[in-house]
């Protein structure tokens, strides 16, 4: 019989991809089911809100993995990815008249559709350094896909984030978010004037990951 030895990285690295890519699947599928069954996108998010919420709470870990030399990452990639993601989110659930547009829906799927393939080429990576993995052909279809499907997917997903985040700004207008003074933080904020900020910093700020994406792509497809 033969034992496949593991660094505890790598066996740290296994399970965080498995596990993410089990929560994922089961968003894409719920929200595949949600969209099946009503024939149009107004259930998709309502269906899947919860388990899309703790995937994504779990990306929190990667900035760690980065920070920790885990991964081989840049930190501030990673900061701006988990932060315009939970941004996104967390405005679509406190706003309900968001949750049930096409906007909301194309969210869903493309963050688990990207995260799937993203999830199991992470826990691919792992098995490949198996002498059991074979002549991994296997894996370089899974490469092409990881580092081929952004291109379309990543943005889509940002057009999507970036149109809750305008669809948002009526209640922010009203004041939806403000702080304002006196409180008993003796702080004060302009949640509609932020928002106003961060939708035009979207165009460079994706541009700069896109960029970058593009760049680990060309690399990572030549090696292989």
């Known amino acids: 019989m033969l034992i496949v030895q593991m660094s505890l990285r790598d066996a740290y690295l296994s399970c965080y991809n498995g596990v993410q890519l089990c929560a994922w699947s089961i968003v894409l599928v719920r929200a595949m089911l949600a969209a099946q069954q009503s024939g149009d996108y107004r259930s998709v998010f309502m269906t899947s809100y919860i388990d899309l919420t703790i995937a994504q709470a779990l990306t929190a870990l990667e900035t760690m993995h980065a920070l920790c030399g885990i ?83 990543y943005p889509c997903g940002a057009l999507a984030e970036a149109a809750l985040l305008y669809d948002a700004l009526p209640a922010s207008k009203r004041g939806w978010g403000r702080v304002t003074m006196p409180n008993a933080w003796n702080f004060s904020w302009d949640y509609h004037a932020f928002l106003i900020v961060v939708l035009l910093a979207y165009a460079p700020l994706f541009l700069q990951l896109y960029t970058h994406m593009l760049r680990q792509r060309r690399r990572k497809l030549k090696a292989e």
């Open 71 to 153: 991964v081989k990452s840049p930190v501030l990639a990673n900061v701006l990815q988990f932060a315009g993601r939970t941004h996104a989110l967390a405005v679509t659930l406190l706003l309900p008249e968001l949750q049930r547009t096409p906007a909301s829906a194309a969210l869903v799927f493309t963050w688990a559709g990207s995260d799937v393939v993203r999830y199991s080429y992470g826990l691919g990576s792992v098995v490949a350094k198996s002498p059991l993995a074979g002549r991994r052909r296997w894996y370089s279809a899974l490469t092409w896909l990881r580092y081929s499907l952004f291109i379309i997917m």
